[in-house]
């Protein structure tokens, strides 16, 4: 008998596995080009000319990467890159036309290379913006890096100076904090941070006097979110 129950158990964990497995419909690239071909000619391509020092990008190559949709629909092989500046998703079609992602309120996470991206409502100021996030953790409260980069106008010459062209200079990550499905807000400061959590405050007080929390520190940051999802 406990034979069939320990068989019975193995069925039920494989069934599942491949239950979770097929939660996503898989397509490839060229399914991918196909939905997002109305992009073209939209895409923005200000300050982004090739005699402005710097870069724009996150990483200048293309990386093959993998787009999930909010439809549960999975495209793979897709030559993706972020654009900081623009907050864009591009991606490289087959005869190397460089796009951006028409619609990207229907992506729900794209991994590319080691990172992947999560397209979120977060707060700026008092209106409620949308954009791409790194994700850092998941959780009840979730841990957001997003990127930054500094546009830089062209300088003309002056007293003993040499003029300067444009450029692009990248800055520190800011990160941001979301309780379940609200929109993410940032964290500057230590304050900010006591601030967020509306339970459990006195226990994260301390966790963050003890460890010498650091909102500008992702190392830190992952440390206190952990505690927290924790508890």
């Known amino acids: 008998m406990k034979k069939y129950i320990f068989l019975f158990t193995i069925l039920l964990f494989s069934s599942a596995g491949l239950f979770a497995q097929s939660i996503y419909d898989m397509r490839n690239a060229i399914d991918f080009f196909e939905l997002n071909k109305m992009s073209k000619g939209e895409y923005k391509n200000t300050l982004t000319e090739s005699d402005i020092e710097g870069s724009p990008y996150l990483n200048d190559d293309f990386t093959k990467g993998t787009i999930f949709t909010n439809q549960k629909i999975q495209y793979n092989d897709i030559p993706l890159r972020y654009n900081i500046f623009n907050d864009e998703m591009e991606f490289q079609t087959p005869d190397d036309q460089i796009l951006a992602i028409a619609e990207p309120e229907i992506v729900d996470k794209a991994v590319v290379g080691e990172d992947t991206f999560a397209y979120i409502p977060y707060k700026l100021g008092s209106?409620?913006?949308?954009?791409?996030?790194?994700?850092?953790?998941?959780?009840?409260?979730?841990?957001?890096?997003?990127?930054?980069?500094?546009?830089?106008?062209?300088?003309?010459?002056?007293?003993?100076?040499?003029?300067?062209?444009?450029?692009?200079?990248?800055?520190?990550?800011?990160?941001?904090?979301?309780?379940?499905?609200?929109?993410?807000?940032?964290?500057?400061?230590?304050?900010?941070?006591?601030?967020?959590?509306?339970?459990?405050?006195?226990?994260?007080?301390?966790?963050?006097?003890?460890?010498?929390?650091?909102?500008?520190?992702?190392?830190?940051?992952?440390?206190?979110?952990?505690?927290?999802?924790?508890?």
């Open 127 to 231: 209106k409620i913006k949308h954009g791409y996030f790194i994700v850092l953790i998941e959780g009840k409260v979730s841990l957001y890096a997003r990127p930054e980069v500094l546009y830089q106008k062209p300088k003309p010459a002056a007293a003993l100076k040499d003029p300067e062209p444009a450029k692009f200079v990248k800055q520190p990550d800011s990160y941001y904090l979301r309780l379940n499905q609200q929109a993410a807000v940032e964290i500057e400061s230590r304050k900010d941070l006591q601030n967020f959590f509306t339970d459990h405050q006195r226990q994260i007080e301390d966790f963050i006097k003890e460890n010498k929390i650091k909102p500008g520190k992702e190392d830190k940051m992952i440390e206190v979110i952990e505690y927290y999802n924790s508890l």
